[in-house]
């Protein structure tokens, strides 16, 4: 069992920055691909970013390519999203998710864990 707690949500102004921290506990979680999701009210939750076990490899999607950021500390067993320049429309709960490969949880496949969100809200 991988147990996955999120932090560094909070209420910002658009254009501005944030490092959300997902914190694993449990099994050998650097054996894990990790990635975000994002769930804006009323709507299904998105793939955001993935990052291999190694952290050689990243997934993004489109809409947040060139904004943020995703990172991993296996020593600390941690892993980051910055994010930077954010809009309005980034408006939603963020989900940190353990599992197979960074591919796989691209699309949205293969995901083994979820932590229970941070909330992120940008004002325009």
């Known amino acids: 069992q991988v147990r996955l707690v999120e932090s560094g949500g909070g209420l910002v102004q658009a254009g501005d920055s944030l490092r959300l921290s997902c914190a694993a506990s449990?099994?050998?979680?650097?054996?894990?691909?990790m990635g975000w999701f994002r769930q804006a009210p009323g709507k299904e939750r998105d793939f955001v970013a993935a990052?291999?076990?190694?952290?050689?490899?990243?997934y993004y999607a489109d809409s947040v390519k060139g904004r943020f950021t995703i990172s991993r500390d296996n020593a600390k067993n941690t892993v980051y999203l910055q994010m930077n320049s954010l809009k309005p429309e980034d408006t939603a709960v963020y989900y940190c998710?353990?599992?197979?490969?960074?591919?796989?949880?691209?699309?949205?496949?293969?995901?083994?864990?979820w932590g229970q969100g941070t909330q992120v809200t940008v004002s325009s």
């Open positions: 990052i291999s076990w190694s952290g050689s490899i990243t």
């Open positions: 449990g099994r050998t979680v650097s054996s894990y691909a």
């Open positions: 998710a353990a599992g197979s490969t960074a591919q796989a949880m691209s699309a949205y496949a293969g995901i083994k864990y």
